[in-house]
């Protein structure tokens, strides 16, 4: 969990997955939750909040680098003016796509991705691109 405060807004967010790849294959496959949730107290006070569980495919292109996508259910909720969906709280289908480096160490991971997702909400979609650092078990 991750919680960061720039002036009076808030930005509090967190990622948990879990995923298989067999060794020495290019292809992997895993489950992941997601929580995102900006709170906005300077012109406008607002709060925006995203959940996501997503089901995602890897291709390891080399061994260091990666290509990663999937399908998932995001519901996101509105609190105040946020003027980006139709009603206070919303459950959409939408995707990911992105690629990352792994950067292994004795008996754990560290990787860097960047992944672009999109939800296809009531007419149009809305984006946001985390770069996300952790750490592979």
């Known amino acids: 969990f991750y919680a960061r405060r720039f002036g009076e807004d ?15 294959a290019p292809i992997g496959a895993g489950l992941e939750g997601m929580f995102n949730d900006n709170a906005f107290k300077g012109g406008a006070d607002a709060s925006f909040r995203i959940l996501a569980a997503t089901a995602n495919v890897t291709y390891t292109a080399i061994p260091t680098a990666y290509f990663i996508g ?13 003027g980006l969906f139709a009603s ?13 480096l792994n950067i292994p160490l004795t008996g754990l991971g560290v990787y860097v991705e960047a992944r672009l997702h999109i939800i296809n909400t009531e007419g ?14």
């Open 88 to 100: 206070a709280s919303e459950t959409d289908v939408g995707f990911n796509l992105g690629g990352g």
């Open 10 to 24: 808030e930005t509090r967010w967190a990622i948990v997955g879990l995923g298989i790849k067999p060794p020495l």
């Open 70 to 82: 999937g399908l998932g259910m995001y519901n996101a909720k509105c609190a105040g003016t946020c």
């Open 124 to 137: 149009g979609s809305t984006k946001f691109l985390p770069i996300t650092v952790g750490i592979k078990f």
